[in-house]
């Protein structure tokens, strides 16, 4: 396999290379790796509470961009000698 090559040709810097077999790259469906941890992802709550802080943020800076726009300075015209 072209892992195997490649990691007998590169290895890290005092490790023996470690071959692998076509089973270490296919998904265990039937669940038979329990030695693994379980990731625990975000609650529901917390995946609220950062999309309202983005929208926020956005909203924030919306108003802060209309508030602004009739406030800009326009650019004078350059004097030419």
Do not use: C, H
């Not at 990691?7 to 490790?15: I, V």
């Not at 919306?62 to 406030?71: F, V």
């Amino acid at each position: 396999m072209i892992t195997n090559i490649t990691r007998t040709l590169y290895p890290k810097k005092g490790e023996e290379p470690k071959m692998t077999i076509p089973l270490d790259f296919m998904p265990d469906w039937e669940g038979l790796d329990e030695d693994k941890p379980e990731v625990v992802g975000q609650s529901v709550e917390e995946q609220k509470r950062i999309l309202f802080g983005i929208a926020g943020n956005q909203r924030r800076k919306i108003r802060k961009d209309q508030s602004l726009e009739g406030r800009r300075r326009k650019k004078l015209p350059l004097m030419r000698k």
